[in-house]
């Protein structure tokens, strides 16, 4: 059984919240691999109910979160906030399908996600509220470095090779446009409810560069080079040009990086029931592919 910080289990914590009429039954969500996610019923109405606190080897910061969820939904992309106290997150459901990557891989379905990108990285910034963080994956990787090491990590050898790679891949990313970036686009972020997509969960919400949520995109859905020059032109709205595009698959190598370490790091500090280890071993190949690629340019 899963505890918050003061041994109440995720689930009677999610049960018990003051918002509810009556007596809930929480029933667990899988899928989540930083949070515990339950739906609940009430008064005829579902909600989802998430239950995390600050992850700070992760930077994951729960304030953050709140108000990039605020602003999504303002802008129209997310669903509304309907509560909310410390280590809780209550959200409307939506009956709905997360995608998975064959979907994401459809011609038909990345025309319509690249718009919601667009929509997410120009639009939050206008409902945005309060303080508010910048996601700069360079950084990420090397405070994730210093965690692994003071954590005595499996892959501590292999730490000084990803580091001088992750110089190279900096370099070559250059001067960037800064937008909001919502800088976790695993398949199961992305909804269909049959008549419109939906992007979810907020955690690592933060200003960044265009250029990593369409790497991430790309690298945690397995795009082939085609669909990749597709998806940069049409983002864009330009022809895509060498330039950009070295850029941009510097920054695809360094979205694997990262993902590849925060599976890591969460071999060591993570309670939730997940083989990060697997995880770990196929993200850290997805990289090594990609970046060898990459060398070749």
């Known amino acids: 059984m899963t505890f918050i910080d003061d041994n109440t289990p995720a689930l009677e914590l999610a049960r018990d919240l003051s918002i509810w009429t009556g007596a809930v039954h929480p029933e667990p969500l899988s899928g989540g691999i930083t949070n515990l996610n339950f739906l609940v019923e009430d008064a005829g109405k579902r909600y989802v109910v998430r239950i995390g606190n600050d992850i700070p080897v992760h930077q994951v910061m729960r304030f953050n979160e709140l108000a990039a969820s605020r602003a999504a939904h303002a802008a129209g992309l997310s669903p509304a906030v309907v509560h909310h106290e410390p280590g809780v997150l209550v959200l409307d459901y939506i009956a709905s399908t997360p995608l998975d990557e064959a979907a994401v891989c459809d011609p038909e379905m990345l025309a319509r996600i690249v718009p919601l990108l667009r929509l997410c990285h120009r639009e939050i910034p ?27 990590s499996a892959y501590l050898a292999k730490l000084p090779e990803l580091m001088v790679a992750a110089d190279r891949l900096e370099a070559a990313v ?122 070749n340019l």
């Open 126 to 152: 206008q409902h945005l509220r309060g303080a508010a963080l910048m996601f700069w994956v360079f950084h990420v990787v090397r405070d994730y470095t210093a965690t692994l090491r003071e954590g005595g």
């Open 174 to 295: 250059g001067a960037v446009e800064i937008v909001f970036g919502h800088n976790d686009l695993l398949p199961a972020n992305l909804l269909d409810d049959g008549e419109r997509l939906w992007l979810i969960d907020w955690d690592y919400a933060g200003f960044n560069s265009p250029l990593f949520d369409l790497g991430g995109l790309a690298s945690n859905n397995g795009l082939a080079e085609a669909q990749e020059r597709w998806l940069l032109e049409a983002y864009f709205e330009t022809p895509l040009n060498d330039a950009l595009w070295h850029r941009y698959q510097a920054m695809k190598c360094a979205s694997l990086l990262r993902e590849t370490m925060w599976s890591m790091v969460s071999e060591i500090h993570s309670e939730l029931d997940f083989d990060y280890a697997a995880y770990s071993a196929e993200n850290l190949a997805r990289y090594e592919t990609a970046f060898e690629s990459f060398k």
